[in-house]
């Protein structure tokens, strides 16, 4: 019998220490001071555009 303790997984541990190429403030396009629409990214929240009309 093996040791469930012993076994390790080489794609666990290979990005482990990965960091992202850009912080998530670098895709908010958005001044702090804008008070018009606002677009977010329904799969990347950290994304937000500033958007004047509905963009089909």
Do not use: I, L
Request: contains cysteine; negative net charge.
């Amino acid at each position: 019998m093996t040791n469930p303790d012993a076994h390790h997984h080489h794609s666990c541990q290979h990005h482990a220490d990965a960091k992202p190429a850009q912080s998530d403030d670098a895709y908010d396009k958005v001044p702090a001071d804008y008070a018009g629409t606002v677009w977010t990214c329904p799969m990347h929240p950290q994304v937000r555009e500033m958007r004047t009309a509905v963009q089909n």
